[in-house]
């Protein structure tokens, strides 16, 4: 190459670094931030802005408000921008990944190589680096993501709240008074925050749905065997996808979904579309509180305007008694069978001999699960229950020709961040709620783990704190549920746009 040449080159090269500098400076950090993964993906394939800008305004978002919501174990934020100038070049050479440039926060529970995962515990806060991407985390990272963070997670992942001796409490960053879910309520808080544009969470209880209702943001528990887990034997637990859109869950889902090299539980995945025609002939049955515990009147008139919206959208929406036949603390009691009677009493029991570096409600569990004498006794009385609420889940609603049943997230918004599993009851208008109350809506459908299920906002509440639905289908008709979600993604209620952000922001 001639001197002449080299010039050309390196000038053509500084014009486009200038190019991408310019443009970008036309949105603010705060747009870059919590811009859609779909898109940035366009606008980085453009040349019009950068996936290093990107980093740099979520670090400060980080920055900026971590010290009030707490929403991080680990970050990676050189690594991530080294990586961010990569995906430029890739996007300049033409050479981008499917998500080339876009950023992850990771739960504590998933890690690339050189990660370590503590389980949100002092037990665990000092283990050594994994050696090892895990299955979801090399999935993501073969497509392109950059790891900005770890996120926190309740200690042992036993909690709806996130609030643990070896790491704090994480509070939402749309009121710093209340809860942001759990288990994967690092990842919600850090999607509400701008620290991320994407994030991953697990869930074996409403883990990834609870705290998507409580950030405003969109999640999906995928149906057993669509997602790598590494707890095979465990069949109400999975990893889903977290976004701030529908469209942005689904893409992530798509890459995440399917066999890999280390999955002996794994089906073959198709990928799911990101655009649905109209519900015109979609039928929907809003199931409420399934006899188990009512709703407050702030979700109640929520979901009555979700289904304005719905209705709108072409779909009928009919009100359908289903009932379980379960109070909370029986749902409560069936949990901890379909637990502690399985592996995973087995793994939690081991932490016997640590209850005294446990906080208050890992500790609890742990004492449940070594010495209650849950056995496969126990197991098949759930087992039997499982095949009795199927039943008449399906009898009421997909058999009667109802594509989807739709129901709130959550009773109530209203949790304090840093609530009391063991001891603590939920005061709100005059009512209590047992302590059970964040996982009352999410739990029936983790019995039924076989059923796909969304969860969305529909609603602020009077604290300014989001209020979710969830879409629920027959086993494995996850694009019944995407069908509905999408369509009141175009015409509901949008937390991230206008004015409606978290106070923290």
Same mark, same amino acid.
Request: proline fraction near 5%.
């Given at each position: 190459?001639?001197?002449?040449?080299?010039?050309?080159?390196?000038?053509?090269?500084?014009?486009?670094?200038?190019?991408?500098?310019?443009?970008?400076?036309?949105?603010?950090?705060?747009?870059?931030?919590?811009?859609?993964?779909?898109?940035?993906?366009?606008?980085?394939?453009?040349?019009?802005?950068?996936?290093?800008?990107?980093?740099?305004?979520?670090?400060?978002?980080?920055?900026?408000?971590?010290?009030?919501?707490?929403?991080? &174990?680990?970050?990676?934020?050189?690594?991530?921008?080294?990586?961010?100038?990569?995906?430029?070049?890739?996007?300049?050479?033409? &050479?981008?990944?499917?998500?080339?440039?876009?950023?992850?926060?990771?739960?504590?529970?998933?890690?690339?190589?050189?990660?370590?995962?503590?389980?949100?515990?002092?037990?665990?806060?000092?283990?050594?680096?994994?050696?090892?991407?895990?299955?979801?985390?090399?999935?993501?990272?073969?497509?392109?993501?950059?790891?900005?963070?770890?996120?926190?997670?309740?200690?042992?992942?036993?909690?709806?709240?996130?609030?643990?001796?070896?790491?704090?409490?994480?509070?939402?960053?749309?009121?710093?008074?209340?809860?942001?879910? *759990?288990?994967?309520?690092?990842? *919600?808080?850090?999607?509400?925050? *701008?620290?991320?544009?994407?994030?991953?969470?697990?869930?074996?209880?409403?883990?990834?749905?609870?705290?998507?209702?409580?950030?405003?943001?969109?999640?999906?528990?995928?149906?057993?065997?669509?997602?790598?887990?590494?707890?095979?034997?465990?069949?109400?637990? *999975?990893?889903?996808?977290?976004?701030?859109?529908?469209?942005?869950?689904?893409?992530?889902?798509?890459?995440?979904?399917?066999?890999?090299?280390?999955?002996?539980?794994?089906?073959?995945?198709?990928?799911?579309?990101?655009?649905?025609?109209?519900?015109?002939?979609?039928?929907?049955?809003?199931?409420?509180?399934?006899?188990?515990?009512?709703?407050?009147?702030?979700?109640?008139?929520?979901?009555?305007?979700?289904?304005? &919206?719905?209705?709108?959208?072409?779909?009928?929406?009919?009100?359908?008694?289903?009932?379980?036949?379960?109070?909370?603390?029986?749902?409560?009691?069936?949990?901890?069978?379909?637990?502690?009677?399985?592996?995973?009493?087995?793994?939690?029991?081991?932490?016997?001999?640590?209850?005294?570096?446990?906080?208050?409600?890992?500790?609890?569990?742990?004492?449940?699960?070594?010495?209650?004498?849950?056995?496969?006794?126990?197991?098949? =009385?759930?087992?039997?229950?499982?095949?009795?609420?199927?039943?008449?889940?399906?009898?009421?609603?997909?058999?009667?020709?109802?594509?989807?049943?739709?129901?709130? &997230?959550?009773?109530?918004?209203?949790?304090?961040?840093?609530?009391?599993?063991?001891?603590?009851?939920?005061? =709100?208008?005059?009512?209590?709620?047992?302590?059970?109350?964040?996982?009352?809506?999410?739990?029936?459908?983790?019995?039924?783990?076989?059923?796909?299920?969304?969860?969305?906002?529909?609603?602020?509440?009077?604290?300014?704190?989001?209020?979710?639905?969830?879409?629920?289908?027959?086993?494995?008709?996850?694009?019944?549920?995407?069908?509905?979600?999408?369509?009141?993604?175009?015409?509901?209620?949008?937390?991230?746009?206008?004015?409606?952000?978290?106070?923290?922001?």
């Amino acid at each position: 190459m001639t001197q002449k040449v080299k010039t050309q080159v390196v000038t053509l090269i500084m014009l486009m670094l200038l190019s991408f500098n310019l443009v970008a400076q036309k949105f603010t950090q705060e747009e870059l931030a919590f811009m859609p993964a779909s898109t940035l993906i366009e606008l980085y394939k453009e040349g019009a802005v950068s996936p290093v800008d990107v980093v740099e305004a979520q670090k400060e978002q980080w920055e900026k408000t971590n010290d009030k919501v707490n929403a991080s &174990t680990f970050t990676y934020w050189d690594k991530a921008l080294k990586q961010a100038k990569i995906a430029e070049q890739n996007y300049v050479n033409g &050479t981008n990944r499917p998500l080339e440039g876009i950023t992850v926060g990771l739960k504590d529970e998933h890690h690339d190589e050189g990660m370590p995962v503590t389980q949100g515990s002092l037990v665990h806060k000092s283990d050594k680096a994994k050696t090892y991407a895990d299955p979801v985390t090399q999935k993501l990272k073969d497509a392109g993501a950059i790891f900005t963070i770890q996120t926190t997670v309740p200690e042992l992942y036993l909690h709806y709240c996130t609030d643990t001796r070896a790491w704090g409490t994480t509070r939402n960053p749309w009121n710093l008074e209340y809860s942001v879910g *759990g288990s994967s309520g690092g990842s *919600g808080a850090a999607l509400a925050s *701008g620290y991320c544009t994407i994030a991953t969470g697990s869930d074996m209880g409403g883990s990834v749905r609870i705290p998507s209702a409580f950030n405003g943001v969109y999640g999906l528990k995928p149906s057993y065997g669509t997602v790598h887990t590494d707890l095979p034997m465990s069949y109400y637990s *999975g990893t889903g996808p977290m976004a701030r859109n529908f469209t942005d869950m689904i893409m992530m889902h798509n890459i995440i979904a399917g066999p890999t090299a280390h999955s002996p539980n794994v089906m073959p995945h198709n990928k799911l579309a990101l655009q649905y025609e109209s519900l015109e002939g979609t039928r929907i049955a809003y199931i409420g509180g399934m006899g188990i515990l009512e709703p407050t009147k702030e979700v109640n008139e929520a979901m009555k305007s979700a289904i304005k &919206t719905l209705e709108k959208a072409g779909a009928e929406v009919d009100v359908v008694e289903v009932d379980f036949g379960m109070d909370a603390k029986e749902l409560l009691m069936n949990f901890k069978k379909m637990a502690f009677a399985g592996p995973m009493g087995g793994q939690i029991a081991v932490y016997d001999e640590y209850k005294d570096q446990l906080t208050k409600y890992a500790a609890n569990f742990v004492d449940v699960s070594a010495n209650a004498g849950f056995s496969g006794k126990e197991l098949a =009385e759930v087992e039997s229950l499982v095949k009795e609420m199927y039943h008449t889940l399906a009898s009421q609603t997909f058999a009667k020709g109802y594509d989807v049943v739709i129901l709130p &997230t959550l009773p109530t918004s209203h949790i304090p961040a840093d609530f009391d599993l063991v001891d603590g009851i939920v005061k =709100e208008n005059g009512r209590e709620f047992p302590g059970i109350v964040g996982g009352a809506y999410t739990i029936p459908f983790n019995l039924l783990n076989y059923c796909p299920v969304a969860s969305m906002p529909v609603g602020l509440s009077s604290q300014d704190m989001p209020i979710g639905m969830q879409v629920v289908a027959a086993p494995y008709k996850t694009e019944a549920v995407c069908k509905v979600v999408y369509n009141y993604n175009k015409l509901g209620i949008k937390l991230f746009k206008g004015g409606n952000m978290p106070k923290t922001r």
